[in-house]
């Protein structure tokens, strides 16, 4: 039956249970709210990743069937998160996680630095773009400063970045959204005062891209790194910048690999189902949106109404915990995704994460069983009533 989600005066229409048939996991019978252990992977998605792994592949070429079939998958990959991001398919590059690009990355933007010169990081951030700048500085004498976010309202604002920048500043790492409670800083914003100190800034998109129409250029971001596994791809990383501005950068690498961009950040040989999978995820997330002359268009309708869909969810979220006298909602700036952190007064948190993963004491009936298909956790006794 279709969900049809109110918002802003606006329909926004799913047929859920196509869109659930697409996602074999669900058959398990649970829900998953782990957001930073990635979405489920659709057939489609699977089915591009096994059929590249059968086929004949070799490195990218243009001799042979498997060399331009290679050559395909790759450059088809890069034109589909160009897609998705609104950048160019030259700046696109591949990596095994976003956390080891930064790695990469931070190591080669580091080269030019040294004692005096700084880098800024913040406390709102995953770990992954934190140490990476902080091993990259203690390597060259740079020193860390450390923007605050506001722990009450859960905001990090450009002000708050800004009391950090100096003369000295050569990068700021910062989070397009927080995993942990769902903050959207005010990238646009940042990126105005880190230019105007002359800084590159680098965003970490893992957490934004599921949530948001993603425009980088429009961001400011001058590196913006990112996850097919958390938007229904594979497990690997991606990171973004101008072709122009990667053109400026010497990675170590081997001798024998290609110095072009962005081939040469991509350190050996890389995985090419996965490639061909998250072309896949790309096109899954389009079909959301309204048809359009190209997919890039149809990608801004459907993250509009899968965007809408989650905030519907979140609301539904927020007041069934707003219910709870014992708990505590941390997730509260203005702009965030549906990503809630939340505490209950008297249980710790692991305790909490067990009890929503069990089924009631006593009961004979496992999550997702209850009668006339309704799905519910099991633990809150709400009888199905659950979305
Ligand atoms: C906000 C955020 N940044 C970075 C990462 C690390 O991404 P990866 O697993 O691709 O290294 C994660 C993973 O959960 C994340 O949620």
Known sequence: MPTSVLTKGAAVTFPIDTVR????????????????????????????VRDTMVSATCQRGTNTPAERRTDAIVLGARQ?????????????????????LTFDFARTLAQGWGPGDEVVVSRLDHDANIRPWVYAAARVGATVRWAEFDTATGELTADDIEQQLSDRTRLVAVTAASNLIGTRPAIREIA?????????????????????????PEMGADFYACSPYKFCGPHHGVLVASPELLGTLAPEKLLPSANTVPERFELGTLPWELLAGTTTAVEFLASFGEPAATRREQLRSAMAALGAHEDALRGTLEAGLAAHQRVTVYSRAQVRTPTLLFTVDGIESPEVSAR????????????????????????????????
């Open 192 to 216: 105005e005062r880190v230019h105007a100190r002359g800084a590159f800034l680098y965003v970490d998109g893992v957490h934004n891209t599921p949530h948001a129409f993603v425009d980088v």
């Open 21 to 48: 048939d697409a996602f074999p996991a669900l058959r398990e019978g649970a829900a998953h709210f782990d957001a930073p252990g990635g979405t489920l992977m659709p057939t489609s998605v699977a089915e591009a």
């Open 80 to 100: 589909a998160i160009a897609d998705l991001l609104g950048v160019d398919a030259g700046g696109v590059v591949f990596g095994r996680s976003m956390t080891q």
């Open 356 to 387: 929503l993963a069990a089924p009631p004491a006593g009961s004979a009936r496992p999550p997702g069983n209850w009668p006339g298909g309704a799905w519910c956790c099991g633990w809150c006794r709400c009888a199905g009533q659950s979305p």
